[in-house]
């Protein structure tokens, strides 16, 4: 473990060396300076990750921590349609972190970084009594100007669904269960709990979507709460009828909660942590985005009237609360 | 202490009930959207305020805590001589932390948030084994354009200090040894830790500062880590000689630390989350900054060698850092 400030900075410096078109000045001043490019509007979002209320070491790499702080983050610019330009770390670390486990968790968080063209911009650095990694992810509107929010949802609106739902909780379920990381059985569900990806291309994608009568698409949110806790917040005064299907969701989950004698279904839509973008389009302008980006699947409609409403007539009950604990019925 | 983040954001939304004219999107979307106004840099800074390592329950107030975790953030932007746009809080609360405890905790940062015109535009929580705020703040360079770093000094510049250092050190050194808050003997020292206040418009006013020959401030920064530890990184590859008096310090400094059997001028050079602010300036356009401002003090001037020597010859020895523990010798 670094033993000052300045020897940090150092680690920081080796994992993160990129600057960043948008950077006027980075790390080491009293802020960085970040310049939009041409003038408009900045997105910001930030996003807690607590060891014990989001992740436990004894299955989590050091390096998948570093990832999935960051991924969580950005995926709330995907679910903006909005582009990256940087991110701010603020990291807690206790005694019993070691350097290689540091680099390691730097390094898992660097290599995404890379990938998305998030540089780090700055943060802040403190001793503390858990691991906790409070991860500030900044971006803007694509090249066609749009950043796509939560409530323009209107009735006959059609429902649509980019990733997978259910696939990272039954990767926790089975986590929390063998209590360590065995790939073999689950690949696709552990790695989506342990790895998410967050869908920053196809955010854009949609933003960027026309038709001769105007976008495409209208609304979008990242569903990280659960489907059955994020629709209500991104239909607000309206409701739904969900059609989504058994045959829609990833075979891992059908099987991981058919064994376990839960309804797949039921379990895809509590979710959590699927970091999936859930968007409405025009019924009108559907086929165009189904045309242009053919892995969105139509998961249901969106009603006059509140309440969300499965084709069996079930209402869905809610979800995934981080902060009341794992989940909340 | 509320049982689910809706609860929780009722909270929120009661004690910062303020959008901000440069807040497009407020909380409750997957980003908060800013309009920094004209086109230009944004300023951006984290702060994390960590029980045990930053402040204590037994003699920090909750609405002691709510104020200080905002004012060090907001101490960065004043550092930069920037103007506030606003800011985000990622909470992490521990169990034990009551409704009230909260809810007194959120009102004293209202309270600075409100003087300050920096309104809350976003965040994230989670529950974690201590009470812990992580703040960013966002802020833009003021009318007339201009942002002011570090290692800006030039040999033969002025060095000047806005505000009291050791001051806050006394009081930390007093709740200590007493273990709770017992205002009546040094009531300045303990106000200056519990309660700093960001000079932001201090910061503002050293930035607008012009002479015929062009601005009268060259850098900037906020002393946080004390004066021993930032000057260096104040004047990059230069040196200084300092010239400060134990006339310059407040009289609680002076009298705590000689009444400690401590050298007053090393313990305020020591010092600590002072949050003062360090200028250099050239000399010939001295004279109109103490004009404007004559609360500014000068304390030394910048040297072409590098090393800072106090006036009776000793070379200055570091300060504070916050990660390496309390002191760092």
């Given amino acids: 473990m670094p033993t000052s400030e300045q020897d940090f900075l150092r680690v920081i410096d080796c994992h993160f060396p990129e600057r960043g078109e948008h ?16 003038p408009g509007p900045l997105c910001v979002s930030t996003d807690l990750f607590v060891e014990g209320a989001h992740f436990r070491r004894s299955y989590f790499s050091p390096a998948d921590i570093g990832h999935k702080a960051l991924a969580a983050a950005a995926s709330d610019l995907a679910g903006m349609g909005a582009t990256p330009l940087g991110f701010a770390l603020s990291l807690m670390l206790p ?4 350097d290689q486990f540091l680099d390691e968790m730097l390094e898992g968080m660097a290599a995404l970084s890379k990938r998305l063209e ?32 939560r409530c323009q949802a209107k009735p006959g609106d059609a429902l ?4 997978d739902i259910g696939l990272a909780r ?54 990280s709460d659960g489907l059955a806790r994020d629709l209500p917040r991104f239909l607000g005064a309206h409701g739904a009828e ?11 989950v059908v099987s991981y909660f058919a064994s376990h004698s839960e309804d797949p279904l039921e379990a895809a839509l509590l979710g959590g942590e699927d970091y999936a973008l859930l968007a409405c389009a025009d019924r009108k302008r ?31 009950r809610e979800g995934f609360d981080h902060f009341a604990g794992r989940e909340a019925d």
Avoid at 128 to 147: I, N, Q, T
Wanted: glycine share 12%; proline share 9%.
């Fill in 23 to 38: 950077v006027l000045l980075g790390r080491g001043d009293d802020c960085a300076v970040l310049d939009p490019g041409k």
């Fill in 95 to 98: 005694d019993d972190v070691s």
């Fill in 118 to 149: 998030l540089p780090l911009i700055g943060g802040d650095l403190s001793r503390g009594p858990a691991l906790a990694l409070d991860v500030v992810v900044f971006g803007k509107p694509g090249p066609w100007g749009r950043l796509l929010k």
């Fill in 160 to 163: 649509l669904l980019l990733g």
């Fill in 170 to 223: 039954a990767g926790l379920l089975e986590l929390e269960s063998k209590g360590c990381c065995v790939l073999q059985e689950w690949p696709a569900a552990i790695m989506a709990h342990l790895r998410p990806e967050p869908l920053i291309t196809e955010g854009l994608a949609l933003a960027q979507i026309t038709t001769p009568e105007g976008p495409a698409i209208t609304g979008l949110m990242d569903v």
């Fill in 242 to 252: 969900i059609t989504l299907q058994r045959e829609d969701l990833h075979p891992e």
């Fill in 286 to 316: 559907l086929p165009i985005v189904l045309a242009v980006m053919p892995q969105v699947k139509v998961i249901g409609r969106v009603t006059a009237e509140p309440g969300v409403r499965l084709q069996n007539g079930q209402v869905l």
